[in-house]
């Protein structure tokens, strides 16, 4: 079995609201040293072993990702 | 004239358009989707709700269901494709209509009635006069439409804005009138051809003169007179 990791973010200049809100709370709560807050998703993918990362890739802009507000970044976990 | 309207997993609008297209002299009736058999059918809805939990994107999975190969198809051959709501949400998915539909930007699901200005536009669903404005209600997380600059150019270029969140008399607001901070105060396009249209209000709830509105009705009357044109 191998294992991947994938991060999904919005492209940059996409409004990410849960993220804004959470910058503006993490501020008026004291962190005054916040400038900036991002929420993405977190994938933990599970595959049959010798699975080529650009199956991952073909996953992730079929259905994981959204190409047309989301990037994603993949990264194969060692020694899984 | 024969509407299908789609049952997706987690679809819960589906009722109200089947109801309005009845109400108007119109056969309507549910389609599976799991079904691939769209004949018989005129014009197809694809209605709000939740389709699969609105899990990974609202719309990402629904896309894949085995009906929707069938309703591209349906699309592609001219047919009258609507997506109201969350089908708005599943046709930006499936790529039959540019960008997506992102988190209102005020965090809130909104559930209220907007004024709506309708735009000059290639849409086959409305023949109502441009900057005629409707009431239609709004029921959504995830209304916020965004789309690239160039594809933005594209739609405004060829007519496929069809509606626009407006005050109450019409006009825009500077700061914007759309409530889910919508971009260029989007709330509805269509493809180029104009046959397949996608809309974030609930016109179909504005249909029964029992709810108090009636401005829905034009939307289900243009399509079923120009397809009894085309015979």
Redesign the interface.
Same mark, same amino acid.
């Given at each position: 079995m191998a294992r991947f990791q994938i991060f999904v973010t919005y492209k940059k200049g996409?409004?990410d609201?849960?993220g804004a809100?959470a910058e503006r709370a993490l501020q008026s709560i004291g962190y005054g040293e916040v400038s900036s807050v991002k929420i993405g998703k977190y994938i933990q993918l599970e595959v049959a072993d010798g699975t080529p990362e650009s199956r991952v890739r073909e996953m992730c802009d079929k259905?994981?990702a959204?190409p047309?507000?989301e990037d994603y970044r993949i990264e194969t976990v060692e020694g899984a | 004239m024969r509407f299908g309207v789609v049952s997706f997993p987690g679809s819960n609008c589906e009722q109200d358009p089947i109801h309005a297209a009845r109400l108007l002299g119109h056969e309507a009736d549910f389609v599976w989707h799991g079904d691939t058999d769209l004949s018989g059918f005129d014009a197809i809805v694809l209605p709000g709700g939740f389709s699969y939990g609105d899990y990974?994107?609202c719309g990402?999975?629904a896309r894949?269901s085995p009906v929707m190969a069938e309703v591209v198809r349906f699309a592609e051959r001219g047919g009258p494709v609507i997506g109201i709501c969350n089908g708005f949400q599943i046709l930006?998915?499936a790529h039959m209509l540019? @960008?997506?539909l992102?988190? #209102?930007? @005020?965090?809130k699901f909104l559930c209220r009635s907007v004024a709506l200005r309708v735009e000059e536009s290639a849409c086959q669903w409305l023949e109502l006069a441009p900057g005629t404005v409707v009431n239609v209600p709004i029921s959504h997380n995830e209304g #916020?439409y965004?789309?690239?600059a160039d594809t933005l150019e594209r739609l405004n270029g060829n007519g496929q804005v069809v509606l626009r969140y407006c005050e109450a008399d019409g006009t825009s607001a500077a700061e914007g009138s759309a409530p889910n @901070?919508a971009l260029d105060d989007i709330a509805g396009i269509c493809n180029e051809r104009g046959n397949v249209f996608g809309l974030m209000p609930h016109p179909e709830r504005v249909v029964d003169p029992v709810c108090g509105l009636t401005d829905g009705t034009a939307f289900f009357t243009a399509i079923a007179r120009r397809l009894a044109e085309v015979g």
């Amino acid at each position: 079995m191998a294992r991947f990791q994938i991060f999904v973010t919005y492209k940059k200049g996409i409004f990410d609201p849960p993220g804004a809100t959470a910058e503006r709370a993490l501020q008026s709560i004291g962190y005054g040293e916040v400038s900036s807050v991002k929420i993405g998703k977190y994938i933990q993918l599970e595959v049959a072993d010798g699975t080529p990362e650009s199956r991952v890739r073909e996953m992730c802009d079929k259905l994981l990702a959204n190409p047309v507000i989301e990037d994603y970044r993949i990264e194969t976990v060692e020694g899984a | 004239m024969r509407f299908g309207v789609v049952s997706f997993p987690g679809s819960n609008c589906e009722q109200d358009p089947i109801h309005a297209a009845r109400l108007l002299g119109h056969e309507a009736d549910f389609v599976w989707h799991g079904d691939t058999d769209l004949s018989g059918f005129d014009a197809i809805v694809l209605p709000g709700g939740f389709s699969y939990g609105d899990y990974i994107r609202c719309g990402a999975v629904a896309r894949f269901s085995p009906v929707m190969a069938e309703v591209v198809r349906f699309a592609e051959r001219g047919g009258p494709v609507i997506g109201i709501c969350n089908g708005f949400q599943i046709l930006c998915e499936a790529h039959m209509l540019p @960008g997506a539909l992102l988190r #209102n930007r @005020g965090l809130k699901f909104l559930c209220r009635s907007v004024a709506l200005r309708v735009e000059e536009s290639a849409c086959q669903w409305l023949e109502l006069a441009p900057g005629t404005v409707v009431n239609v209600p709004i029921s959504h997380n995830e209304g #916020n439409y965004i789309c690239d600059a160039d594809t933005l150019e594209r739609l405004n270029g060829n007519g496929q804005v069809v509606l626009r969140y407006c005050e109450a008399d019409g006009t825009s607001a500077a700061e914007g009138s759309a409530p889910n @901070g919508a971009l260029d105060d989007i709330a509805g396009i269509c493809n180029e051809r104009g046959n397949v249209f996608g809309l974030m209000p609930h016109p179909e709830r504005v249909v029964d003169p029992v709810c108090g509105l009636t401005d829905g009705t034009a939307f289900f009357t243009a399509i079923a007179r120009r397809l009894a044109e085309v015979g």
